[in-house]
């Protein structure tokens, strides 16, 4: 299953509304999990089963979505969301990741 | 709270082996599947394959040919082996785990990578 995450950069200001969206190649259900990585940093699980924040995730963060199409939503942009973000499924193997989405400040 | 620690060799040759092992603290190793991910310079996240406390595994096919991973569990250990290796190999590798959790659904679970090594970063260079 190949996910392909839009857009694969895009450039934001602090306080804006933010959504990234991800693809499947192939249905999925809700097994997709948002993982945020920053740089030099490793990746941490902000969202799985498509729509469950993991605990500690700020409320800004919401997930979407189901079979093929699912989106991030970030309601209103902080610095420390500068980050690159990728979706992953994992509904089946190869338990596969997006291209990635790196939001950069405006 | 579960940590996973890694260790194993940071530069390697063409055609060598790259060896890695995983320890897990603080935490069951049963219930969850333990992964191997990578991620060249520059670049996204890889899976490279799964184990669980069984020892049944899933590789990425993309790597299949060459990836052993493997488990000790009375160390609560997990190894990844790649051979033979290219410069295409390098990046940063990962252990994580795969968090398999009860929904309140029937018959419906909750997986995500919840848990992640600090990462070793592996160079293939002659």
């Known amino acids: 299953i190949q996910l392909t995450q839009s857009p694969s950069f895009l450039s934001a200001s602090v306080g804006d509304r933010v959504t990234i969206t991800c693809r499947a190649s192939q249905g999925v259900s809700t097994y997709l999990a948002w993982y945020q990585q920053k740089p030099g940093k490793v990746p941490e699980v902000l969202i799985y089963a498509a729509s469950t924040l993991q605990s500690g995730v700020p409320s800004r963060f919401s997930g979407s979505g189901s079979g093929t199409e699912f989106t991030l939503t970030i309601s209103s942009l902080q610095p420390e969301d500068f980050a690159t973000y990728y979706c992953q499924q994992l509904y089946s193997h190869p338990r596969t990741f997006g291209g990635g989405t790196k939001v950069e400040i405006k | 709270q579960v940590q996973l620690q890694q260790w194993g060799a940071g530069l390697l040759k063409p055609s060598e082996t790259l060896s890695l092992t995983c320890a897990i603290y603080s935490g069951s190793f049963n219930g969850n599947y333990w992964n191997w991910i990578r991620q060249p310079p520059g670049k996204g996240l890889e899976w490279i394959g799964e184990?669980?406390?069984?020892?049944?595994?899933n590789y990425n096919p993309s790597l299949k040919s060459r990836v052993t991973i493997s488990v000790d569990t009375s160390k609560k250990q997990f190894s990844l082996n790649l051979s033979p290796v290219t410069a295409a190999d390098t990046a940063a590798y990962y252990c994580a785990r795969l968090n398999v959790r009860a929904s309140g659904w029937p018959g419906y679970h909750y997986y995500y990578m919840d848990v992640w090594s600090k990462g070793t970063t592996v160079t293939v260079s002659s």
């Open positions: 184990i669980d406390d069984r020892g049944s595994t």
